[in-house]
């Protein structure tokens, strides 16, 4: 089965623009997770949807939104970009929804503020 | 505060040694406990669940509910282990929901 999978690689931006990132989720999958690694944080829960819907958010400015569409693919977007975001954005998905799932990462999109 | 931690950030052993990752929770109920494994160059991936409870690449891991330690031991290790390994579980994060979170992982260095 093809992964879950991630675009753009690299994305580069600065201070004060807006950044889009793509997750398409494993086929048959309904739940969407985003999380951000920032050296030295390991991972930190972003947003979780499911079935179109924002089901969880974590401790994360409201700059930092995004939505999931009918064919479960999802967009996180920040806006008014920090130099603090560079990090790399991680996008999960699993089966069903519910923190016990496990979760199926993609690659990730490496997000770089100058 | 509920939370989970993985007190070592760099572990180094030989080659056949045995290995052990710590992975401490606090939470009062009982716990789907994880362990995920990101090899270099390579996509963060499950390595084992609590529940299934079963052995992975040789892993295993038992969930010592007295101690709220979630513990990831190999009898042997392989040049190949080496990799950075994260645990997780879900916390409660409020108004019903819980969220999976992670440890901020062990980098396991294994020594030819």
């Known amino acids: 089965e093809a992964g879950v999978t991630q675009s753009p690689t690299h994305l580069i931006k600065t201070r004060g623009q807006q950044a889009t990132l793509r997750c398409s989720p494993i086929?048959?999958?309904?739940?969407v997770y985003w999380y951000q690694q920032a050296l030295g944080l390991g991972l930190q829960f972003l947003l979780w949807?499911?079935?179109?819907?924002?089901?969880n958010r974590g401790n994360f400015p409201p700059r930092f939104s995004g939505r999931q569409f009918p064919n479960y693919s999802s967009e996180l977007n920040v806006n008014a970009l920090e130099l603090e975001d560079s990090a790399l954005y991680l996008c999960?998905?699993?089966?069903?929804?519910?923190?016990?799932?496990?979760?199926?990462f993609g690659d990730g999109t490496r997000l770089s503020i100058l | 505060a509920q939370r989970v931690t993985q007190p070592e950030k760099l572990l180094s052993v030989f080659k056949g040694a045995p290995v052990e990752l710590k992975c401490n929770y606090s939470?009062?109920?009982?716990?789907?406990l994880f362990w995920y494994v990101q090899y270099s160059r390579q996509r963060l991936q499950l390595l084992l669940r609590?529940?299934s409870r079963e052995s992975i690449k040789g892993f295993t891991a038992d969930l010592n509910k007295g101690e709220t330690s979630f513990h990831l031991k190999k009898p042997f290790a392989q040049e190949e282990d080496s990799a950075m390994y994260y645990c997780?579980?879900?916390?409660?994060?409020?108004?019903?929901?819980?969220?999976?979170?992670f440890g901020k992982g062990t980098k396991l260095s294994v020594i030819p």
């Open positions: 949807y499911d079935e179109g819907e924002e089901r």
């Open positions: 999960a998905s699993s089966l069903e929804e519910g923190a016990g799932q496990p979760q199926h």
């Open positions: 939470y009062s109920g009982s716990p789907e």
């Open positions: 086929s048959g999958h309904t739940s």
């Open positions: 609590h529940i």
């Open positions: 997780a579980i879900p916390l409660y994060s409020g108004a019903g929901s819980y969220q999976l979170t």
